[in-house]
């Protein structure tokens, strides 16, 4: 079992920045392939970001096309945490956004949708003003 709990969202002005943060627990953290999806009220939850364990100890990230130079995903081996660094926000980026957990064998394009993943956090609401 895993455990996600998302935090740092909140208000914050278009062309602001928030650092999102995923704690996990409950496994071994390097093992585990790490997403980032999004949600607004009546629609789809959206792919944002994933990083992901290469054979070997290197690890690899993809983004959805909308966010690629805005948004840096990353992680903290120490502190069982990953990261999402987002910059120039825009009112469209306001959702709540969930972190999610998946074993490292999971595939590349499985970890782009929501049923690559195992666990989920609770979400943290974004809020971009303009």
């Known amino acids: 079992q895993v455990q996600l709990v998302e935090s740092g969202g909140g208000l914050v002005q278009a062309g602001g920045s928030l650092r999102l943060s995923c704690a996990t627990s409950g496994r071994t953290f390097s093992r585990l392939s790490v997403g980032w999806f999004r949600q607004v009220l009546g629609k789809e939850r959206e792919f944002v970001a994933y990083i992901r364990l290469n054979s070997g100890s290197t690890y690899s990230a993809d983004y959805a096309s909308s966010m690629k130079g805005r948004f840096t995903i990353s992680r903290d081996i120490a502190k069982n945490t990953v990261y999402l660094q987002m910059n120039s926000l825009k009112p469209e980026d306001t959702a709540v956004y969930y972190c999610?957990?998946?074993?490292?064998?999971?595939?590349?394009?499985?970890?782009?949708?929501?049923?690559?993943?195992?666990?989920w956090g609770q979400g943290t609401q974004v809020t971009v003003s303009s």
């Open positions: 999610a957990a998946a074993d490292t064998t999971t595939t590349s394009s499985a970890l782009r949708g929501t049923t690559g993943y195992d666990y």
